[in-house]
Structures are given as structure tokens and as C-alpha cells.
């Protein structure tokens, strides 16, 4: 027969360990979601510094476009690493698929769109695209686009 004592002396030792393995699992976690909380705040600051609004869009014909672009965020942003994607609203294709190109043209003469600065697109395509009302969509380097429809 085993004395009160001596199982009482185990059931203190076993809670002490599972209290101590719990609030290891605790703490681990805790640190786990500061480190995700952390990463998804530098994203977001970044996303914040990078703010372009696309101002305007013209459509002068079936394979001629301009587009308008500002840079409303706090750094400077290469315009040549945004996408553009065009076609009839809802079907938008890239425009390399559609064999076009496009003009960039700023202020300062580079390609780099400073803070409050306007940027100008100027975009052509090899073949005219056959849809009178055209969707031109933007992405931007931080991964948020917007669109806006023309006619001609």
C-alpha cells in the first residue's frame, strides 16, 4: 500500500509538469502571433509608402490609350515595374498578350514617379481591340490595381 504522503508528493510533481508544458505552449504561441502581427505591420508600412491612384484614362482609338497615374504614397515608385492589363470589361488580358506597349512619361523625364508627382502612360497596341467601351486595369508593384473603363 502506497502512503497518502509520498502520492501526494507525485500528483504535485505531475501537476507542476503539466503546468510547466502548458505555459510553454502558451508562450510559444504568443511569440509565433507577435512575430506574424509584427511581419503583417512592416507589409503594411511598405504598402503604405507605396500609393498610386490612377487619376484618368482616355481611350483615342481602338489601339491608342493614355492613362494618368499618381503617386499619392510617401516613396518613389518605377513605373515600369506596374502591370497593365486591357481588353472588354471583366475580360482584361496583359498587355503583352495583346502584342502592345507602353510610353512612360513623367515630370523629371525617368521612369521613377516621385511623392505627388503625375505619371503618364501612353499605351498602343498592335491590333485594334474590338470593343468599342475598353477596361484598362493597373496593378501595382504592392499588388493592389484598380481600373477604370473608356470608350472611343
Known sequence: M????????????????????LSGAVISKVYSIESMLSQISILERI????????????CISNTSFVAYIKNTGLSPVNLSAIDLLLGSPGSEAPLWLLGGSMAIQTLSGSKTLQPGELGVINITLATPIQSRVVSIRVIYPNGASEYSVCSW
Not at 2 to 21: K, L
Not at 47 to 58: C, D, E, P, S
Request: charge should be positive; charged fraction near 10%.
Open 2 to 21: 502506497v502512503s497518502t504522503p509520498m502520492v501526494e508528493g507525485i500528483m504535485i510533481v505531475a501537476s507542476i509538469t503539466i503546468a510547466s508544458i
Open 47 to 58: 504598402n503604405a509608402q507605396i500609393r498610386l491612384r490612377l487619376t484618368y484614362v482616355a
